[in-house]
């Protein structure tokens, strides 16, 4: 790949993660800007893809695998059941949660972005619900849901699914240091390893030929 291509790569690269941010955030709230976040984030990482020329085949996971099973059942469902009222929209929503959910699956996020991740859904939801209450006390809806999932039971499985991430990341998180704290860490351990080497390099100068710091010690203990 080329100066040039690495360059565009990345300059495409920076803006996958604040719309992954956006889109989740806005996800329960706002349809308009979901669904472009949606469609960017995914024309973003396809782009990425082109410049790096990542467009290899490899052995799906057994994630991977149900997710593309997911799809086939909508496509299935949708052909079997058509006509109905919402069209092809079931499926078209399947397949591109599916992308991105892959997308995500195998990016390597530091765990600050993964933090953020799950800060900027939490956010999202919390809009959500104080929107959802307004509207229930306005007389605008019967029953509390979020403003852009939809039902009771989806508004229900989507905040279920996001307190059980923001508990888990609370809960089991581990450290995991970036790259910059990883460097810092190596040159702090190289100068206390040359300091070590150092004092020890000094006490044996100070110590005559023939002799070990330990009969120094016994000959002080013995003037005492």
């Not at 992308?99 to 953020?116: C, G, N, P, S």
Request: charged fraction near 20%; hydrophobic fraction near 50%; aromatic fraction near 8%.
């Amino acid at each position: 790949m080329t100066a040039g291509a690495v360059t565009t790569a990345t300059r495409i690269g920076r803006l996958e993660f604040p719309l992954l941010c956006m889109l989740l955030v806005v996800l329960p709230i706002l349809e308009a800007p979901k669904n472009l976040a949606l469609a960017l984030f995914i024309l973003i990482r396809v782009a990425r893809a082109i410049a790096e020329r990542t467009f290899s085949l490899r052995s799906p996971e057994p994630v991977e695998l149900a997710v593309l099973g997911l799809i086939v059942a909508a496509a299935a469902s949708t052909f079997v059941n058509w006509p109905f009222a919402n069209g092809d929209k079931g499926l078209k929503d399947v397949l591109s949660y599916s992308i991105v959910f892959l997308i995500v699956y195998r990016e390597r996020y530091t765990h600050a972005q993964k933090y953020l991740l799950a800060v900027m859904a939490a956010a999202g939801v919390t809009v959500g619900l104080i929107w959802g209450v307004v509207e229930v006390m306005q007389g605008k809806r019967s029953m509390l849901e979020l403003h852009s999932v939809g039902f009771v039971t989806h508004s229900s499985i989507y905040v279920g699914v996001v307190l059980v991430m923001a508990m888990g990341m609370a809960l089991f998180a581990r450290d995991d240091l970036s790259a910059g704290d990883k460097v810092r860490r190596i040159h702090e351990g190289r100068a206390a390893r040359a300091f070590a080497s150092e004092e020890k390099g000094s006490l044996d100068r100070r110590v005559p030929p023939g002799r070990s710091l330990r009969c120094n010690s016994i000959d002080a203990a013995k003037r005492v």
